[in-house]
């Protein structure tokens, strides 16, 4: 089975530019979540969605936003970019978002992007 | 509020040494969960263990052990007999549900360099 896909693999942007990103999870799994991880740091949390619902969002500005597909694809879509959102954005899949280890996150090979 | 601290920033061994990655949790939750992701130069973080606060047994997996202690607030990753290819960054993170819904909390990281 395939994992978790992401599109595209690099970008290069330009301050004031707005950037979409693209995440296809698991095949059956319902719940996407997004993650931000700045060189030489953790991931930090963007945001979730499960059913096309969003659950939970990270200390992040307006200029960023997302949202799921019936298909349980997503997006996440940045505006204005600064310098400082360059960075590897992260998608994980998970069958829910608890129980068990249904909500066991799996991520994919990120989307790098630099803001010049 | 949720934290994970990886003290060990950087660690280098020689091959078939062993070696053990430290992660120090923080949250006032009764349940939680905690994982372990590895992620290589490639970028993808790859799942390696899922633990939930009640369950404090330790587990093995091959050279990869853990030990969950929640008196200290730990869980300690152990790989026996390194290899080249478990070079890597390793995260430690938490989800704590009623505190943070099911958001992962990254910590910074250890990177791992083993040695030939």
């Known amino acids: 089975d395939a994992g978790v896909t992401q599109s595209p693999t690099h970008l290069i942007k330009t301050r004031g530019q707005q950037v979409t990103l693209r995440c296809s999870p698991i095949?059956?799994?319902?719940?996407v979540s997004w993650y931000q991880q700045v060189l030489g740091q953790g991931p930090q949390f963007i945001f979730q969605?499960?059913?096309?619902?969003?659950?939970g969002r990270g200390n992040f500005p307006d200029r960023f936003s997302a949202r799921q597909f019936p298909n349980y694809s997503s997006e996440l879509n940045v505006n204005a970019l600064l310098l400082g959102d360059s960075a590897l954005y992260l998608c994980?899949?998970?069958?829910?978002?608890?129980?068990?280890?249904?909500?066991?996150?799996?991520f994919g090979p990120g989307t790098r992007l630099t803001v010049l | 509020a949720q934290k994970v601290t990886q003290a060990q920033t950087e660690i280098s061994v020689v091959e078939k040494e062993d070696v053990t990655l430290d992660c120090v949790y923080e949250?006032?939750?009764?349940?939680?969960?905690l994982f372990w992701y590895k992620q290589p130069p490639s970028g993808e973080l790859v799942f390696l263990i899922r633990?939930?606060?009640?369950?404090?047994q330790n587990e093995i997996s091959g050279r990869y052990s853990w030990n969950f202690q929640k008196s200290t607030s730990s869980f300690n990753f152990t790989i026996t007999a390194s290899q080249v290819v478990d070079s890597a960054v390793y995260f430690c993170?938490?989800?704590?549900?009623?505190?943070?819904?099911?958001?992962?909390?990254f910590g910074e990281g250890t990177q791992l360099t083993v040695n030939p």
């Open positions: 994980a899949s998970s069958i829910r978002t608890s129980g068990s280890s249904s909500d066991t996150q799996y």
């Open positions: 095949s059956g799994h319902k719940s």
């Open positions: 969605y499960y059913e096309k619902e969003e659950r």
């Open positions: 949250t006032r939750d009764t349940t939680y969960y």
């Open positions: 633990r939930n606060s009640f369950d404090e």
């Open positions: 993170a938490l989800r704590s549900e009623e505190t943070s819904g099911s958001r992962l909390t």
